[in-house]
């Protein structure tokens, strides 16, 4: 079978449009349309394919951003009137019409006063914001297909002509930049592959997940619901669920305490003070709940447990001898989330979390740190999970006011995960 044509380059390690300059000595690797790293550029390249059926089929109407996502991709739009089903019905035929057509994708650099211009001339005001916003330079790329030009870094694949195989899934609101204050948007979600059976699979997938969607099945089986109308993102047990809830935690109890920790229980709120002292009020206020008056003094619900476990610890002077600690608590907490993100049992404002904190000399770390892994992931295969990606977090360095501790500190005990991840061949 003859090799298939490349849609993109990558250059040293970073994606290009097929036919960018290479210099002496660059390593010149092709992408091929079954590639996964071509995955992303289908999704993003179908994003502005939906952008521009759109704005042709819905003249007046802005576009924002639409970039490639997890399992897919999306655009948002400002519009008139909400899109309905039948609209991305209209939309995906135009879409297809614009397959057909085999445009050229071109990538071209313009002096930021030209695309202002550009897309002032065409109202599109929330490109215009954009271009206020962006530093670094006094040049903008853009893409341009057919009569639709959109900013973009890339890359892109070369026409639209490569984009046969997607679907648009959904359309939902969105806040223009996640911001609530901000004007509301039409988000239209959809997906795409290379070829027609990977995007059959991923639609056959998806089917089955909505039918094992928890919110349906918390609803049918009667084990849980979320009361809009006295707060949302707040879940209430009923009987049933709250019987499955009292099984698990009896478990997680168990193997605690045959894991060596201590269980505690500590206050939904606390004094202000106490949250300027953690942090949490200079780092992470904007997802806490308004401080409420109490005798003269502001008191706040709390977000994280880590605070009241330290007072605890400070509650009597104690030796190295009594260290480690290992403390766990199914602490529950409050965190004010956006309401556009709120989504059933797992994006919610009031939860009950598995949380624990580790108090232990500077030379006990590596053997805490391995210990924990390992009983996290044994818990963990109680409930039937064993396919684990591991995704280790470190501090940036560049932001070192948002971190407590030395640098010196930092680095050790990021060390100590990197070693824990490397004797347990976990990648």
Excluded at 289 to 305: R, V
């Amino acid at each position: 079978m003859d090799k298939e044509k490349a849609i993109l380059l990558k250059i040293n390690g970073e994606l290009k449009e097929t036919g960018a300059p290479t210099a002496p000595g660059d390593i010149v690797q092709e992408i091929y349309r079954g590639d996964p790293e071509a995955l992303d550029i289908y999704r993003h390249s179908c994003a502005h394919l939906l952008a521009q059926a759109v704005v042709e089929l819905f003249p007046g109407t802005q576009y924002g951003v639409g970039p490639a996502v997890e399992n897919g991709f999306y655009y948002d739009f400002l519009t008139a009137q909400p899109f309905v089903e039948s609209d991305l019905e209209k939309i995906a035929a135009k879409m297809a019409h614009l397959v057909k057509q085999n445009l050229p994708i071109q990538k071209q650099i313009w002096p930021k006063k030209k695309a202002v211009d550009y897309f002032r001339s065409r109202a599109q005001l929330l490109k215009l914001e954009l271009l206020e916003e962006k530093v670094g330079g006094d040049e903008v790329t853009v893409f341009t297909q057919g009569d639709f030009t959109d900013m973009c870094r890339g890359p892109h694949l070369p026409s639209t002509g490569l984009l046969k195989h997607f679907k648009l899934l959904s359309v939902a609101a969105a806040y223009w930049k996640g911001d609530e204050k901000n004007q509301s948007l039409q988000r239209v979600y959809g997906t795409v592959f290379a070829d027609g059976d990977a995007l059959s699979e991923h639609l056959r997938l998806l089917k089955e997940a909505k039918e094992r969607d928890h919110r349906l099945l918390g609803k049918t089986l009667d084990l849980f619901s979320l009361q809009e109308e006295a707060g949302p993102g707040l879940v209430y047990w009923h009987p049933k669920g709250a019987r499955i809830r009292h099984v698990i935690e009896e478990y997680w109890k168990k193997r605690h305490y045959q894991g060596g920790y201590d269980l505690l229980y500590t206050p939904h709120i606390g004094r202000e003070w106490l949250w300027q002292t953690s942090g949490h009020l200079d780092f992470y206020q904007d997802s806490m709940y308004a401080p409420m008056d109490i005798d003269g003094m502001n008191y706040y619900l709390k977000p994280m447990n880590c605070p009241f476990h330290i007072m605890i610890y400070k509650s009597t002077q104690r030796s190295y001898r009594d260290l480690p600690l290992r403390w766990a608590e199914l602490g529950t907490v409050y965190r004010y989330e956006r309401s556009g993100t709120l989504h059933g049992l797992l994006r919610v404002r009031g939860f009950t979390q598995d949380d624990a904190h580790i108090i232990c000399t500077p030379e006990q770390v590596d053997d805490e740190i391995l210990r924990v892994l390992d009983f996290s992931l044994d818990l963990l295969q109680s409930f039937g999970f064993n396919d684990f990606k591991i995704e280790l977090s470190v501090r940036d360095p560049q932001i070192t006011g948002k971190y407590a501790g030395s640098d010196a500190m930092w680095v050790e005990a990021e060390a100590s995960l990197v070693k824990a991840l490397t004797e347990r061949r976990l990648p």
